[in-house]
């Protein structure tokens, strides 16, 4: 059974940091892309950012380039998001996927919010 468990959202003020985690199971996470997704109140889900199985590339969306991080350790099967110098429209639920071929799975999301 796939499963795969994001940790680490929670309030934080603007210009702070957070470190996502997606601990995975259920799956060969070495063989997966793994992604970073965020939806916002009545917004779409867009994609932050995503990194290749051996972590060799990684990709950002613009509005994250710079301050956002992703990074994987497939000993432990988990990716993670640092996220740095965070604005409040960074505001959202944060889900991380894995993607192989026509696969692709979803976490259940974690909150971050950034606000005074």
């Known amino acids: 059974q796939v499963q795969l468990v994001e940790s680490g959202g929670g309030l934080v003020q603007p210009g702070g940091s957070l470190r996502l985690s997606c601990a995975a199971s259920?799956?060969?996470?070495?063989?997966?892309?793994m992604s970073w997704y965020r939806q916002a109140p009545g917004k779409e889900r867009e994609l932050v950012a995503g990194?290749?199985?051996?972590?060799?590339?990684?990709m950002y969306a613009d509005a994250v380039r710079g301050r956002f991080t992703i990074s994987r350790d497939n000993s432990k099967n988990t990716v993670y998001l640092q996220m740095n110098s965070l604005k409040p429209e960074d505001t959202s639920v944060y889900y991380c996927?894995?993607?192989?071929?026509?696969?692709?799975?979803w976490g259940q999301g974690t909150q971050v919010t950034v606000s005074s």
């Open positions: 259920g799956f060969t996470f070495g063989n997966y892309f």
């Open positions: 990194i290749t199985t051996t972590g060799g590339t990684r």
């Open positions: 996927t894995a993607e192989r071929g026509k696969e692709k799975y």
